[in-house]
């Protein structure tokens, strides 16, 4: 292997992983010094039970004190609905957050989080262009003890310094990045995750697997990036059949979630070269699919389609998904893609889109295509405009 050029790591979560660990959220809020503490979430997690069950630890250990639970998270991070709950946030005094629930819920989190450490009382105007490059020296601590308890195996943002924020009225997923946004603990309790439904195991899942692709393929991999995306694929391969199909088995709820958090590790770190992720963003904000669903379709019609993208990095790609690597590189992406479909078959999840708002014609597909072409997604790395349309034609049935 030749020299790896410059690189830097920077990640500041604290990660606890295990049944039961969700008891550790009041103590991690004292110790960093939190006295009124905010639960945000959604309204299934309420329905489901789950917050019922966190608002109790809190009861029970006394200290710090939980002042109210925000429910109104929608599916994506809405900029209107982060504007709300950071006004209800100020209004109840609040000086910790806790998230509970999916990339949704945790990526509306560090949106409030970054609101009320910057002053802001609208998420616009820090994200102008629909994009926030709070990197390095620009993003300071924002002073918001944080902790985040992900209820699902998809999206790792309990520990990634990128939020995916939705501008409801551009219809465009724009991008939050901050290196102190992320939580300070992130608690990974299997637990919380037995009743999620088998369809929405199978989407998370498949949204981590593209974290862990695209970490690995990225212009910008280093060994780091491909030792935590290798082991995240092999983990994904095993596992999330399991949890498709065995909802409790705790093993593998487990590992999906360590999976989950290792991809995107690599992913975050790995530079903005994500264009399955491009599509995903652009058909997401544009036909409102949910974000798993939408990177688990486009990730195969991307690698059918722009097969060059993945080719560097092929023989890693085919030792990950445990393929021989002895042939060229195109027909080795093309064996990890039959892989993927496999895949998608054993976990119930079709590889396309249905739309019942009519059929997919030449001014869907040129509405979608300028949506990719401006996504924020695909500004540091924009795809072949030759390929836009082939893989979007892939991505629905029509």
Known sequence: MATPKYFMWDFRTIVEVGSGCRTFAPVRFMEMGAKRVALITDQGLVKAGIVDQIKEIFAVQGEPKLVGVYDGIEQDAVMRVINDCARWC????????????????????????LMLGMGATDIKELMPGNVGPYIRPLGKPLGIPNVSIPTTAGTGSEVSPIAVIYNEEAKVKGDLLHPYIAADYALLDPDLTVSLPPHMTACTGFDALGHAVEGLTSPGSNPMIDSLSIQAIRLIL????????????????????????????????????????????????????????????????????????????????????????EADEL????????????????????????????????????????????????????????????????????
């Not at 000086?95 to 989080?113: N, P, Q, Y």
């Not at 097969?307 to 560097?312: E, L, N, S, V």
Request: glycine share 8%; net charge neutral.
């Open 90 to 113: 100020r209004i109840n005094a609040v000086d910790g957050l806790l998230g509970v629930g999916g990339g949704s819920v945790l990526d509306s989190v560090k949106g409030v989080k």
């Open 238 to 325: 095993k596992y999330l059949p399991v949890a498709v199909n065995e909802g409790t088995n705790l093993e593998a709820r487990t590992c999906m979630l360590i999976a989950s958090n290792m991809a995107i590790m690599g992913f975050a770190m790995s530079g903005m070269f994500y264009p399955v992720h491009n599509i995903a963003h652009a058909v997401g904000g544009q036909v409102r699919i949910p974000h798993g669903q939408a990177v688990g379709v486009a990730l195969p019609a991307v690698m059918k389609y722009y097969p060059q993208h993945f080719a560097r990095k092929a023989k890693d790609l085919a030792f990950a998904f445990g393929i021989d690597q």
């Open 331 to 398: 027909s080795l992406v093309e064996k990890v893609r039959e892989k993927i479909l496999k895949l998608m078959e054993e976990c119930h999840f079709k590889p396309s889109f249905d739309i019942t708002d009519g059929e997919v014609n030449e001014q869907f597909l040129d509405l979608l295509f300028w949506a990719v072409k401006l996504d924020p997604s695909g500004i540091a790395y924009p795809l072949p405009e030759e390929q836009i349309k082939p893989i979007l034609k892939e991505c629905f049935t029509c």
